[in-house]
């Protein structure tokens, strides 16, 4: 659908101009380069925003973003894309386990696109299956852009089909069953959710809240959003936090065979930072 198509069927008028605009102030912001296809996407998400600001139209909500930089937060987490589940791509928490086998002292994992929360938890399942223990000596870093799916994140509260797919032990260790107004529901027990920090990183940003070294970056299904200038430029940053022994896990659509200056492959969708680079 294009944006002059179905227009008479929405609440407010969208010309291609407002696409086109939205389009621009996302990748000046976070870098994410929408596609035409998004036109009805875009609509959907920032209508909200419109009537909730009782705002007239998508002219006047560019405008209004102009004049209130504070929106840009709004603007931000409505066009974002949090898609995730519990061990997403689990043959990345199979290397995951391998890796803390054969690297005694990893002691700091970020996982670059937390979304709401079940990648980092996934992956301190794994870290706490593997030591044995809750009280590890590893720091799990969880990021998002969007503050909204950051603070679902920090709660740790699940429909409880959520965790359909996971072995009745994960379910028993790691979760409690909501009860009362909460049936229906999993809460992440408190020791995984002391295991993880979680901060509001956009990686365009020259500022990230992180220093070297990193052991493991989790930064799955994250690039596509990104033209290939700004992915490089986002991948250089990392692989620069990684030690030579680190270990950098892409998404399953991600593959930086023409980045070979900065990554080498480890395996499905993993990769070693070039020891050139540091």
Same mark, same amino acid.
């Given at each position: ?117 079940? $990648? ?10 593997? &030591?044995? !223990?809750? /009280?590890? =000596?590893? %720091? ?50 408190? $020791? ?10 956009? &990686?365009? !940003?020259? /500022?990230? =809240?992180? %220093? ?67």
């Amino acid at each position: 659908m294009t944006s002059s198509e179905g227009s008479d069927n929405r609440e407010f008028s969208f010309a291609k101009a407002n696409f086109e605009a939205v389009r621009t102030l996302l990748y000046q912001l976070t870098g994410i380069r929408l596609a035409d296809s998004k036109d009805s996407m875009v609509y959907s998400r920032l209508a909200r925003r419109v009537r909730a600001l009782k705002l007239q139209g998508f002219s006047d909500y560019l405008q209004y973003l102009n004049q209130h930089p504070q929106e840009e937060e709004h603007f931000i987490n409505a066009l974002t894309t949090n898609l995730t589940s519990f061990f997403r791509e689990p043959h990345h928490f199979e290397i995951l386990k391998k890796y803390l086998l054969s690297h005694a002292n990893v002691k700091t994992i970020w996982c670059a696109a937390s979304s709401t929360g079940e $990648e980092p938890y996934s992956i301190a399942m794994v870290v706490a299956e593997t &030591l044995g !223990k809750f /009280d590890v =000596p590893i %720091k799990i870093i969880a990021s998002d852009i969007d503050s909204q799916v950051l603070k679902k994140a920090k709660e740790g509260i699940y429909a409880i089909d959520k965790i359909n797919s996971l072995s009745e032990e994960r379910k028993k260790q790691f979760f409690y069953r909501g009860k009362g107004s909460f049936a229906g529901m999993v809460k992440v027990v408190p $020791e995984l959710q002391r295991m993880i920090e979680f901060k509001q990183v956009n &990686l365009l !940003k020259p /500022d990230w =809240p992180l %220093k070297y070294p990193i052991d493991i970056i989790f930064c799955r299904n994250v690039m596509i959003y990104f033209d290939r200038p700004t992915q490089l430029v986002i991948l250089e940053r990392m692989v620069n936090l990684l030690p030579s022994h680190g270990l950098y896990v892409a998404g399953h659509s991600e593959t930086f065979n023409n980045a070979t200056h900065l990554v080498k492959p480890a395996g499905n969708t993993t990769y070693y930072p070039n020891k050139t680079v540091r």
